[in-house]
């Protein structure tokens, strides 16, 4: 199993229980900063429930868990919403405000955690926008006027607005045509280049081999709530777990 010094998450024995279903069972795994590093697993293997610790949105029946140094067991709810804030999420449905063209969908973030002025934040949000390939023609389009993948784009600009930490993406291509999808993930992949410098980390959760395989550092597989294969994405496909081989080959 991989271990880092000094990783964006570290999760040490962690055990969630609901009932008497056991849906995490005693995992330990390190996040590295500045990779991106990608979750995979059969549906009902824990991987929301994994991420929702890690966001501190829900507690762990036993273990800990450390993000960017510190132990979120200890830290209070307005210490918790304020963390929320290192992160960057894009959801399989990017989930942008309907009424709000893209631009404003961007500047909502920054309009409510910063005190930039209105013309700073528009300029930022073009910048943003920009950076994920968005044409400035789309800028002032609203969500029912744009195409799956300027969604998507949208959706990582606003998740980015505030220079995150870690940016989690929880099946962000699930439902996406074969070409939007690629370009999704060659934007995850130039994104997480471009904030390379400030170490920014990503975390994908995927069903998605092939694709995971190419723009992923490290890849991660759970099963039935633990962490039973985690290598070099290079090195994945000739892991000597079954189950992998099985997922893989499918
Ligand atoms: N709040 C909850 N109460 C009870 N059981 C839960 C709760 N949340 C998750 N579970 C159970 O935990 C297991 C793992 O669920 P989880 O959503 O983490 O899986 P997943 O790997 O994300 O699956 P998928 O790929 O389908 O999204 C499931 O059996 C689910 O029913
Ligand atoms: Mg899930």
């Not at 700073?120 to 389009?141: A, D, T, W, Y």
């Not at 992949?189 to 410098?197: D, G, V, Y």
């Amino acid at each position: 199993m991989l271990t880092f010094n000094n990783p964006a998450i570290r999760i040490e024995n962690l055990t969630k229980t609901f009932g008497d279903h056991t849906v995490l069972n005693n995992l330990s795994f390190d996040i590295p900063k500045g990779k991106i590093t990608t979750i995979l697993g059969f549906s009902g293997a824990g991987k929301s429930t994994l991420l929702k610790h890690i966001l501190g949105l829900i507690q762990p029946s036993s273990g800990r868990i450390t993000v960017l140094d510190r132990n979120l067991a200890a830290l209070k709810d307005v210490e918790l919403r304020e963390f929320r804030q290192s992160f960057g999420m894009l959801f399989q449905y990017a989930a942008l405000f309907d009424s709000l063209d893209a631009i404003e969908n961007v500047a909502f973030p920054l309009r409510e955690f910063t005190k930039l002025s209105n013309d700073e934040v528009l300029s930022r949000c073009r910048n943003l926008l920009e950076s994920v390939g968005l044409e400035p023609i789309s800028f002032h389009k609203i969500p029912s006027e744009l195409s799956g993948g300027m969604r998507k784009r949208v959706g990582l600009a606003r998740a980015l607005s505030l220079e995150p930490d870690i940016m989690l993406y929880d099946e962000p291509t699930t439902g996406l045509d074969p070409i939007t999808t690629h370009m999704v993930d060659n934007l995850i992949r130039s994104t997480s280049e471009k904030h390379n410098k400030r170490e920014m980390t990503s975390v994908i959760i995927s069903h998605d081999v092939k694709a995971t395989l190419r723009i992923s550092d490290f890849v991660a597989f759970l099963d039935r709530g633990n962490i039973v294969e985690y290598l070099p994405a290079s090195e994945f496909a000739q892991s000597k777990n079954e189950l992998v081989q099985e997922f893989v080959n499918l």
